[in-house]
C-alpha cells in the first residue's frame, strides 16, 4: 500500500505560478510511475501529465497546454506538479496517482493503483 499525500494547493490569481507537491511517507516513490491528474467541478477527472519511474521521463496529455510540467525529486522522495500563467479553469481538485509500473510510457497504465486525497487550486481574479 502507497500512502500518497499531496500539498501546495490553495487560492492563486489568474497569471501566477503554483507548485504542487506529492510524497509518499513510508514509500519509496521512485519505484512508482506517476501522475497527476484533475478534476473541475461537474466535470470528469482527466490526466494531466504522467512520469515513468526512476528516470522520470515525462508525457504530456493535451490539458497541460504546455503550461504544466510534472518533474520527480527521488531524493527528497517526491513528484512535482509545476503550474504557470494559472487560468480560471484551472481551478479543480488536483490529484497524484502512482503504479508499480516500470515500462517506458506511463501514459500505457489504464488505470492507477494508488490515489491521494487530492489538494484543491483555486484560481481568483
Known amino acids: 500500500q502507497v500512502h500518497l499525500v499531496e500539498s501546495g494547493g490553495g487560492v492563486v490569481q489568474r497569471g501566477d505560478s503554483v507548485t504542487l507537491s506529492c510524497e509518499a511517507p513510508g514509500s519509496r516513490l521512485e519505484y512508482f510511475a506517476a501522475a497527476w491528474f484533475r478534476q473541475a467541478p461537474g466535470k470528469a477527472r482527466e490526466e494531466i501529465a504522467c512520469i515513468t519511474y526512476n528516470k522520470g521521463v515525462p508525457y504530456y496529455k493535451d490539458s497541460s497546454e504546455g503550461r504544466f510540467t510534472i518533474s520527480r525529486d527521488n531524493a527528497r522522495n517526491a513528484v512535482y506538479l509545476q503550474m504557470t500563467n494559472v487560468k480560471f479553469e484551472d481551478t479543480a481538485a488536483y490529484y497524484c496517482?502512482?503504479?508499480?509500473?516500470?515500462?517506458?510510457?506511463?501514459?500505457?497504465?489504464?488505470?492507477?493503483?494508488?490515489w491521494g486525497q487530492g489538494t484543491q487550486v483555486t484560481v481568483s481574479a
Open positions: 496517482a502512482a503504479d508499480p509500473y516500470s515500462g517506458r510510457n506511463c501514459q500505457l497504465i489504464p488505470d492507477w493503483d494508488y
